[in-house]
């Protein structure tokens, strides 16, 4: 958006002000000065609008008139109500396509989007047995598990957990801040990865995930289990990938390239 129309819309919106006498309904006018103050951010992706009764004090209107002018942006797809807590901004829409085998932060570059990338821990863990047996690991054998936060606009959208096999022991902690998984694997320790198995599941998030998500516990969230193999077959790294299913989607394609991640240091995060 360019300066002076950025301007334009903050003056169009400033203070409230409606056209009393216009052929136009005052819910429409309430409309396109909320439409206004989302586009020029003063609210942004995922944040809560001001309430009936603050709209209703902003304006100078009835409950009824707020209500219709929620509804037409409601119409739109620029807003969302959740029963009892309030309408809020759509968020945005990351549509991940299962068919190209890439990295997680590579589906948000692709779309124009800069999240930020937050690395909440990275050790050897005593695996799930659902673990060791999707990566053939004997008994006793302890991969390396790293557990990624995807912040978009400062809203928590996804949590990327990752077991890996134990040759990662050597892969350093700001090597895992700064790499994709696939970037690890291949850049890192020179592990070619050739397929991946994928499944998606939906679940209610938990008191974990929520707080962590910075979402209700009780709220649906998608889940992602993917399993990577390199050329040879042998499994390389299992990933839960659970995202907030308001903000993020997934898609299957019918063709297109099978591109390997990066790494996240080359994109600045």
């Known amino acids: ?85 309030g309408t809020f901004v759509a968020g945005p829409s990351i549509r991940h396509d299962l068919h190209d085998l890439r990295g997680f932060f590579d589906v948000f570059l692709s779309q124009g989007q800069h999240p930020e990338t937050r690395l909440l821990s990275f050790a050897a863990v005593d695996p799930p047995a659902g673990i060791t047996v999707a990566l053939k690991l004997e008994r006793g054998t302890r991969p390396m598990r790293f557990q990624r936060l995807y912040v978009l606009d400062g809203n928590p959208v996804g949590l990327a ?36 198995e994928m499944a998606i599941r939906a679940r209610i998030a938990g008191k974990r995930l929520g707080r962590i998500l910075a979402i209700p516990a009780n709220a649906s969230v998608l889940l992602l289990v993917r399993i990577s193999f390199d050329t040879t077959g042998t499994p390389r790294e299992v990933t839960h990938f659970t995202v907030n299913s308001e903000a993020y989607e997934f898609t299957l394609s019918a063709g297109g390239p099978l591109p390997i991640s990066s790494s996240l240091k080359a994109t600045g995060s």
């Open 1 to 85: 958006m360019t300066s002076s129309r950025r301007r334009i819309l903050k003056s169009i919106s400033k203070g409230g002000v409606l056209a009393r006498e216009s052929h136009v309904a005052l819910y429409q006018q309430i409309a396109r000065h909320l439409e206004n103050d989302i586009a020029i951010g003063h609210y942004s992706a995922l944040k809560r609008l001001e309430s009936e009764h603050e709209l209703m004090e902003r304006f100078a209107v009835s409950r009824i008139t707020v209500r219709q002018a929620i509804g037409n942006l409601v119409q739109k797809g620029l807003v969302v109500r959740k029963q009892g807590k």
């Open 161 to 196: 957990e990752a077991w890996l096999n134990p040759e990662a022991t050597n892969v350093s902690w700001d090597d895992v801040e700064t790499h994709s998984t696939y970037a690890i694997l291949q850049e890192l320790l020179g592990i070619r990865i050739a397929r991946a």
